[in-house]
Nanobody
Framework: QVQLVESGGGLVQAGGSLRLSCAASGRTFSRYAMGWFRQAPGKEREFVAAINWSGGNTYYTDSVKGRFTISRDNAKNTVYLQLNSLKPEDTAVYYC???????????????????WGQGTQVTVSS
């Protein structure tokens, strides 16, 4: 089992940047594929980015490609999401998630993930 704690959210103007972190504790972090999802008010949770155990395989939803970057540091048990060129439509609660059964690849659907953090709010003003 793993516990996930996100941090780094906040209020930023359009065009600005944030870096989200997700610290994991518990089972060996390198045995998890990791993902970031987000949920805006009144909307369903949506996939943002994913990374496999080594960082060699990543995947992004189209709306964030070229703006967001997912990475991980297994020595620090942490996965990151760098958010650049932020837009008001990026406003949401951002969640990290861990997948424990097939960590060799990046996973893009929420049901594949076993563990979730509590979320961190990102608000982008226009």
């Amino acid at each position: 089992q793993v516990q996930l704690v996100e941090s780094g959210g906040g209020l930023v103007q359009a065009g600005g940047s944030l870096r989200l972190s997700c610290a994991a504790s518990g089972r060996t972090f390198s045995r998890y594929a990791m993902g970031w999802f987000r949920q805006a008010p009144g909307k369903e949770r949506e996939f943002v980015a994913a990374i496999n155990w080594s960082g060699g395989n990543t995947y992004y939803t189209d709306s964030v490609k070229g703006r967001f970057t997912i990475s991980r540091d297994n020595a620090k048990n942490t996965v990151y999401l760098q958010l650049n060129s932020l837009k008001p439509e990026d406003t949401a609660v951002y969640y990290c998630a861990a997948e424990s059964k097939d960590w060799g690849r990046a996973h893009i659907t929420a049901y594949e993930y076993d563990y979730w953090g509590q979320g961190t709010q990102v608000t982008v003003s226009s």
